[in-house]
Structure formats: C-alpha cells, structure tokens
C-alpha cells in the first residue's frame, strides 16, 4: 500500500486499486492510540466521496477484510469488552468500520505505523498543511 499527500487529496493506492479524500472532506487529523500502536486519525464530514472514489475491485477487498475481522467480536468480548465485541461483530463492510473507528476514536479512518515513513505527529502536521492549503479561499 502507498499513501500519496497531493495538493487537492489523500489517495490510498493498493494492489486492488485506490481510494482517495479530497481534503476539504477532512474535518479533523489528528493523533490517537490503541495498545501500544499510534496512529493518526482523519474524520470526514462525508464517507460519500471516500466510498464512491474506489475502484471496485479495492471496495469489494476492503468489504471482505472488514466482514473477516468480524469474526473476532466474540474474542473481544472474552478479552473484557462486550461492548466493542458486539460492536465488532456487526461489522458487515468498509462503512461500517468507519462508522466504529468514529464511535470508538473520534475519526473514520486510520493511519497505521506500516502506512507512514515518519512518526504519527509528524505525519498528522504535514496532512494538516494540506488541508489548510486546499482549503476554499
């Protein structure tokens, strides 16, 4: 996976195709932590632009992956979190993840350390720099 910063978007490119926020769909960046791992955290105003821009191929990956990780709610919910278990566990594609991400962290989608050449807070100010600029004058 590549994470391309352009002047109008974010763009996600994988094997499977690409994804991409127009930066005035960003709200927020910022910094969160799960465990151990940092990571920086875009909410959008809208998932409309972000879900419609992929390419089938990679809708449909990311559909899979997400409706796979949800086989791990019963896990969480053993592990102490029956909330997050069950939340989890209803996670049927790529909008409902996001929908997650926002209830659980404040941000629909997620930049993990294996996404990032430069640390979490670097990152988060550069992409804000971004934003500011693409922002209507």
Same mark, same amino acid.
């Given at each position: 996976?590549? *994470?391309? *910063?352009?002047? +109008?978007?974010?763009?996600?490119?994988?094997?499977?195709?690409? !994804?991409?926020?127009?930066?005035?769909?960003?709200?927020?960046? /910022?910094?969160?932590?799960?465990?151990?791992?940092? *990571?920086?955290?875009?909410?959008?105003?809208?998932?409309?632009?972000?879900?419609?821009?992929?390419?089938?191929?990679?809708?449909?990956?990311?559909?899979?992956?997400?409706? &796979?990780?949800?086989?791990? /709610?019963?896990?969480?919910?053993? *592990?102490? @979190?029956? !909330?997050?278990?069950?939340?989890?566990? /209803?996670?049927?594609?790529?909008? @409902?993840?996001?929908?997650?991400?926002?209830?659980?962290?404040?941000? +629909?989608?997620?930049?993990?350390?294996?996404?990032? @050449?430069?640390?979490?807070?670097?990152? &988060?100010?550069?992409?804000?720099?971004?934003?500011? !600029? &693409?922002?209507?004058?």
């Amino acid at each position: 996976m590549t *994470l391309r *910063l352009l002047p +109008d978007r974010l763009e996600w490119v994988y094997a499977q195709g690409s !994804a991409s926020v127009p930066w005035t769909d960003v709200e927020a960046i /910022g910094v969160t932590r799960e465990a151990r791992a940092t *990571l920086v955290g875009l909410r959008l105003s809208s998932y409309d632009d972000y879900l419609a821009g992929m390419t089938p191929e990679l809708r449909e990956w990311l559909d899979r992956v997400n409706r &796979a990780g949800s086989r791990f /709610g019963p896990a969480v919910t053993a *592990l102490g @979190d029956p !909330a997050l278990g069950r939340a989890v566990s /209803g996670v049927e594609g790529m909008s @409902d993840a996001m929908a997650l991400c926002r209830a659980r962290y404040g941000y +629909d989608l997620m930049v993990g350390w294996h996404e990032r @050449d430069r640390s979490a807070e670097e990152l &988060a100010a550069l992409m804000e720099t971004y934003r500011v !600029a &693409a922002e209507p004058r």
